[in-house]
């Protein structure tokens, strides 16, 4: 087995609401980095994570379950956690062990209970903290009302760091807002994407949501504060470095945005954890 170093390690704890897709998440980051040749499905029982008979009966996940993946030269011990009030122990026994919080709202929904109950416990231990609106593909998917009331309810450092391009059955990829870049997805649940130009009509939106992410990135860097005051280029890896920080700090936390069960944005998420999840030496 290889060993990595601690610096490229990362513990997640996947949190949120009974049914915004914390199983399928951690299935489609599994199929993506190739620790499993099928993608399984809740509605089948043959995911990984919810093995126990009691979890495929009732389609819910009862216990936690730790899933090993490999991404980047990087090893990513994923903690998946269950959503439902009965089994608030297991949320707790996951937040102590995890090192970054990664909690998924459902795009239809926004913020429920659940959501607050992670988000809660992850501030007790000063988590940081990554948001990920998940099931853009379903009826009613509405990234930016989901968006809002993450703001709302946690604050203005809840900043989008990928939007959707399309949404419901015209879900087609995300735009990178750090490197102003489109990223689409391909056919079927392959993972496979390719590069290209933000489509012209998502131009405005998309260039609102980049302003507030380097406003709030330079918020927390003096150097990068002063250099945006004199409107000086603030090249994406030198935002991405400073997120990298602020994130682990807790003064920002990026949201990206995701369709776990047609594992559609999980390279891109996967992406950012190797790049702005902390490490166990930060924490």
Not at 194 to 205: I, N, Q, R, S, Y
Not at 236 to 257: C, F, N, Q, W
């Amino acid at each position: 087995m290889k060993t990595y170093p601690v610096e490229r390690i990362r513990n997640i704890g996947i949190f949120g609401h009974g049914g915004a897709g914390k199983t399928s998440m951690t299935e489609a980051m599994l199929f993506a980095s190739k620790a499993i040749n099928r993608l399984g499905r809740i509605e089948d029982g043959n995911t990984v994570s919810d093995w126990d008979p009691d979890e495929i009966k009732r389609t819910i996940s009862i216990g936690t379950s730790v899933a090993p993946i490999e991404w980047n030269d990087h090893k990513l011990n994923i903690l998946d956690a269950p959503g439902y009030a009965d089994f608030m122990g297991e949320v707790k026994s996951a937040i102590r062990v995890a090192d970054t919080a990664l909690i998924l709202l459902d795009a239809s929904a926004g913020v429920e209970v659940g959501t607050e109950y992670a988000w809660r416990f992850a501030a007790e231990r000063n988590l940081p903290t990554i948001l990920v609106i998940n099931k853009m593909d379903r009826e009613n998917a509405d990234f930016a009302t989901a968006l809002q009331s993450a703001q709302s309810r946690f604050g203005s450092n809840v900043v989008p760091l990928t939007v959707p391009i399309g949404s419901e059955s015209s879900l087609r990829g995300v735009v990178d807002l750090l490197h102003m870049q489109a990223i689409f997805f391909g056919d079927g649940t392959s993972g496979e994407t390719t590069t290209g130009d933000v489509p012209a009509d998502m131009l405005d939106v998309v260039e609102t949501y980049r302003l507030e992410l380097v406003e709030k990135i330079a918020e927390n860097d003096e150097d990068l504060m002063l250099r945006y005051l004199e409107d000086e280029e603030l090249s994406a890896d030198e935002l991405a470095a400073a997120l990298r920080t602020s994130v682990a700090r807790g003064e920002i936390v990026p949201v990206l945005a995701s369709a776990a069960t047609t594992n559609r944005g999980v390279c891109v998420l996967l992406d950012a954890l190797v790049k702005y999840a902390a490490a166990p030496s930060q924490q």
